[in-house]
């Protein structure tokens, strides 16, 4: 069983439409985190979320964590060739260390 | 600062070779830990630690050994390699508020 589970897992579309990836999970997370990999690389972060019904905003890409704390949304404006990549989320539960990872999904933004 | 290295980035074994993964952080954080990634499993986390002397086992941890005997070093073993080990391996460095990965270790057993 999947601890965070990530929608759509694949999803291609065209330079300038918008577009939202979420992450669920029937659990309660201390903390979210988005991270973005690109091939032969490994994840780099970009946004952790901590307070219930938080957003942050990362130039055109907006996150949000869900008010109980069980989801998140990653939510990109007018998204561009130079986003495409797997984008993972991962959160840590209560005070463990672990931090888990969904299975994360893979963007292609067409020019 | 080089952030987390990784090495070999490359490496290819016969079953039941045994080998290991180095990781070396110069960021000065406590915890470390080894993810594995393969095709639509995600990364899934194998050992991490809390600082030197002390280490966990993760989700997959069955094949593979850590010593954490610094701060700044955190191998992993592969005591008799198998297939099913092929895979990438991450290590990744940081705290709570986010984590810095290595570029991987990419590894077929054959």
């Known amino acids: 069983t999947q601890l965070l589970e990530q929608s759509p897992q694949f999803l291609s579309i065209q330079e300038g439409e918008n577009l939202t990836v979420y992450c669920n999970s029937s659990?309660?997370?201390?903390?979210l985190q988005w991270y973005r990999q690109e091939p032969g690389e490994g994840p780099v972060l970009l946004v952790t979320?901590?307070?219930?019904?938080e957003v942050k905003k990362l130039k055109r890409l907006t996150f949000q964590f869900g008010d109980a704390r069980k989801d998140s949304s990653l939510h990109i404006t007018a998204a561009q060739p130079g986003d495409t990549g797997l984008y993972l989320c991962?959160?840590?539960?209560?005070?463990?260390?672990?931090?888990?990872f969904g299975k994360g999904t893979k963007l292609t933004v067409n020019p | 600062n080089a952030g987390v290295t990784q090495t070999p980035k490359f490496q290819v074994l016969k079953t039941g070779q045994s080998m290991t993964l180095q990781c070396a952080q110069d960021?000065?954080?406590?915890?470390m830990s080894w993810y594995r990634q393969d095709p639509g499993m995600g990364l899934r986390l194998i050992h991490y630690?809390?600082?030197?002397?002390?280490?966990d086992q993760g989700e997959v941890p069955n094949g593979y050994n850590v010593s954490r005997s610094t701060t700044e070093d955190f191998p992993l073993r592969l005591l008799s390699a198998a297939p099913s080990q092929t895979s990438v391996y991450f290590c990744?460095?940081?705290?709570?508020?986010?984590?810095?990965f290595g570029s991987g270790t990419r590894l077929t057993v054959v």
């Open positions: 991962a959160g840590h539960q209560g005070g463990s260390e672990k931090l888990v």
């Open positions: 659990s309660v997370f201390s903390s």
């Open positions: 979320v901590v307070t219930g019904g």
């Open positions: 960021m000065n954080h406590e915890y």
């Open positions: 630690s809390v600082g030197a002397g002390i280490t």
């Open positions: 990744a460095t940081g705290k709570k508020g986010g984590y810095t």
